[in-house]
């Protein structure tokens, strides 16, 4: 989906109406009506304002241009497990298992890894190729470069 249908249906949604919408994120009517043309797309401080007012992430107001995985562990995000700041934004690089209201949950790969290997193991996946595969994909990540 493209960023003005995302913004059209969030703002739907809600119930909002293009100058309720413009009101809550201080721009003007005409603001909301050229991004849900595809005229123009809001300004970073502005996707910021739609985030927090629809509670997704930036990623996904812009047609979730790109495939987020987690700085710390490696899983696949979308907004439901995104982490979040402590001020309620979303923090698009971890998920909500690595870090939470501003604070990360493993002080060391070691603790992650350990995590992982126990609860990631089933039929398809010992626990030994769990962590063989996470000691190789965590140096790899932001988190742990």
């Known amino acids: 989906m493209k960023t003005k249908e995302v913004i059209s249906e969030l703002r739907k949604e809600y119930g909002l109406s293009q100058d309720e919408l413009a ?5 003007t ?33 812009l047609g979730s241009p790109r495939k987020l995985i987690c700085q ?10 995104t982490s979040k700041e402590e ?21 060391n790969k070691e603790d992650l890894i350990s995590y992982c290997s126990e609860h990631m193991a089933d039929e398809n996946w010992s626990s ?4 063989t595969y ?6 790899t990540l932001k988190h742990w470069k």
């Not at 710390?72 to 497990?81: K, Y």
């Not at 030994?128 to 962590?131: D, G, K, L, M, T």
Request: net charge negative; glycine share 6%; with cysteine.
């Open 72 to 81: 710390c562990c490696g899983m696949p995000l979308d907004d439901s497990i």
């Open 128 to 131: 030994e190729q769990v962590r």
């Open 29 to 61: 009517r005409q603001a909301v009506s050229r991004w849900e043309t595809g005229e123009t797309i809001p300004n970073i401080e502005t996707l910021k304002l739609l985030s927090k007012l629809f509670d997704v992430s930036i990623n996904t107001l």
């Open 87 to 107: 001020n309620g934004m979303f923090n698009e690089d971890y998920c909500k298992w690595c870090y939470h209201e501003g604070k990360f949950r493993y002080s």
């Open 23 to 27: 009101e809550k994120v201080y721009v």
């Open 134 to 139: 996470m000691e190789k994909l965590l140096p």
